[in-house]
């Protein structure tokens, strides 16, 4: 029976490089090399390209992406008239914010240096430590060094077996472990788990393509925003679009050519417990076709987070609300306006904002021409009376719709050539109609008319249809940044949870016969693992080299009894070895787990 140890204890270092360094990392400095201004460059380069720095970088540039997600920015859909809403809010601190350019963090200078300096030290960290692990993959595994014994996990052993037949039998066996095993010197050479530094490197990688895509994102990219009231379609040029944010490499002669019409919407709220009025289903019913063929038309729907995917564009929904459809005669009786107009939602419960300009309404009663503006609230559920609330809708879903109305005369500045908000009424050259000695203004429920003062005739309102607004969004690198997060996760996995390690098994012949057999090994971390994996490997190599039984029954129980009875630092156990030899005896039986006391067992 062999009496075989695999201490754990630290050992002075290894002799001839056994003690290479596992990693492909590279060197840092702690200070500048060389002389003069080309020391000061290598300096900054290698502390650039350092983890420490690396890690820096990211923590700063998610700090920088902070501001982007608090404040409004042009480049996201509809940024345009949330930034100017937020300036209109926070007049004072605009400018500061403006000149910051906290409006445009993901376009800014200071976002842009951090980011670049960040693909700069991956990539001079990526580039070296990929060609040296080249070179680790195509040299053979270090060399045994001259004393195995002072390696910290190691194993020693008598045979009467052949030195060669020993190392070709360790050689074999190593391999059909998974090791990458190489005999020579009369000895065997054998290391594993590579897959750990190619997780290090796929890691590394993979961020790199991460920052690439967003970049790539960012520099050909863009958005444009469309509302659209049930039975309406649009060409996706940007004459159709309502607004849209495009980049350097992405204008208003690169958006994808398709047709998109909303054939009808769905809503669905709860009607009942404590979530009452909680959205449990929108859906948009669209067709569209991509390029001009319109043969190739199809159906599909949109929801939210399921956007329709349409050439290299992606439509997604963003929101909802009502258009009520109202119609205005004049005094004549003639019908000078009739169509679905959009309310905006202002709450939860969908109470909605909207205006009516009539343009053409043409002579007034005082033989002049005049326009027509009304503005009001829509209510798709409205209470029985206003007294206490004021016009607001109870349930966002349909269950009691409602339209209240302002009317007013005068000149609407549509003709002036300015643009306009199609969602506000410029009041400054108009004047509310007078009735009944009050402001003119009427609450109708559907199919209702509202006769206006003065003879400027009626209004009536007729219906309501829902409307949607989508984001059309091409963004080319988020397919690479996706592919990128979901490597760097696989390549943490493997870098955290596969270990490097390397085996030596010498095999030699002892000068009174007999062949001493040593193994040992070498993890590039503490762990258990290495200890495992050697004391199987002891246990296998018996078949093809049992130990020899010694003589001296008296001996083998002291050597049997010195691991219990000495116990190492960190608890590693050590063995007494004989001076004459060098190499611990082996006893008739043995309690050591490590090799059987039958040799023709290994269990």
């Known amino acids: 029976m062999s009496n075989t140890t695999t201490e754990t204890e630290q050992p002075p270092a290894p002799e001839d490089g056994a003690a290479e360094r596992l990693s492909t990392a590279p060197v840092e400095s702690d200070g500048p090399t060389g002389i003069g201004a080309f020391g000061w460059a290598r300096w900054m380069w290698r502390q650039l390209t350092s983890m420490r720095v690396a890690l820096i970088l990211l923590f700063l540039l998610s700090l920088a992406a902070i501001p982007g997600s608090l404040i409004p920015q042009y480049q996201n859909g509809q940024g345009q008239l949330k930034v100017e809403a937020w300036k209109a809010r926070h007049a004072t601190v605009a400018p500061v914010y403006e000149k910051l350019q906290l409006f445009d963090v993901y376009s800014s200078v200071w976002f842009s240096a951090i980011y670049i300096l960040l693909f700069v030290s991956l990539a001079g960290c990526i580039v070296p430590r990929t060609w040296q692990f080249v070179g680790v993959l195509r040299s053979q595994p270090p060399a045994a060094p001259r004393n195995l014994t002072r390696m910290p996990v190691h194993a020693v052993w008598r045979t009467e077996a052949d030195a060669d037949r020993v190392n070709a039998a360790a050689h074999r066996l190593l391999r059909k472990r998974g090791f990458r095993a190489h005999l020579s010197g009369g000895a065997v050479a054998a290391e594993k788990g590579y897959l750990r530094e190619v997780g290090n490197l796929l890691f590394h990688l993979s961020l790199f393509a991460l920052l690439g895509g967003f970049a790539w994102a960012s520099l050909a990219s863009g958005t444009g925003g469309k509302l659209m009231v049930e039975g309406e379609g649009y060409s996706n040029t940007i004459t159709q679009l309502d607004d849209f944010n495009g980049t350097r490499f992405y204008g208003n002669q690169d958006l994808d050519p398709f047709y998109l019409k909303l054939n009808g919407f769905t809503s669905k709220f709860q009607t009942k417990g404590d979530q009452i009025g909680a959205a449990r289903q929108f859906t948009a019913n669209v067709e569209y076709y991509a390029g001009g063929d319109e043969s190739k038309l199809k159906k ?31 005094g004549k009786g003639d019908v000078v306006y009739r169509g679905a107009v959009p309310f905006l939602p202002q709450d939860g419960n969908l ?42 809708s109870l349930f966002p879903g349909d269950a009691a719709p409602e339209l209240v109305l302002n009317a007013f005369s005068g000149d609407l500045g549509t003709d002036s050539g300015l643009p306009q908000n199609v969602y506000q009424l410029n009041t400054r050259k108009l004047t509310q109609l007078v009735q009944d000695g009050e402001p003119a203004k009427a609450r109708l429920k559907l199919g209702e008319g509202w006769t206006l003062p003065d003879g400027y005739g009626s209004v009536t309102f007729e219906g309501y249809k829902q409307w949607a607004s989508f984001n059309v969004s091409h963004r080319p690198g988020n397919a690479i940044a996706l592919a990128g997060g979901v490597l760097a996760i696989l390549g943490l996995i493997g870098s955290l949870f596969i270990q490097r390690r390397r085996i030596w098994v010498r095999a030699v012949a002892l000068p009174g016969g007999g062949t001493q057999v040593e193994l040992a090994g070498l993890a590039r971390s503490e762990s258990a693992k290495i200890a495992e994996e050697l004391a199987e490997l002891a246990v296998d190599l018996q078949d093809d080299a049992p130990a020899s039984e010694e003589e001296d029954d008296a001996a083998a129980s002291e050597e049997d009894a010195a691991p219990a009875a000495s116990e190492g630092e960190g608890g590693a156990t050590e063995t007494d070895v004989p001076e004459e030899t060098g190499v611990p005896t082996a006893p008739e039986a043995s309690s050591d787990p490590a090799v059987p006391a039958d040799q023709k067992s290994k269990e």
Not at 308 to 330: F, T
Not at 355 to 380: A, E, I, M, R, W
């Open 351 to 392: 109470t909605s904002t909207g205006v009516v300009k009539v343009s053409d309404y043409g002579l007034g009663p005082d033989g002049n021409k005049t326009q027509l503006g009304f503005s009001g609230f829509f209510l798709p559920t409205a209470p029985l009376s206003f007294e206490g609330t004021g016009p607001v």
């Open 300 to 330: 599909s729907t949109i929801e939210v987070n399921h956007p329709l995917e349409i050439g290299g564009s992606k439509v997604y929904l963003i929101g909802h609300g009502y258009a009520p459809v109202i119609s205005v005669k004049n």
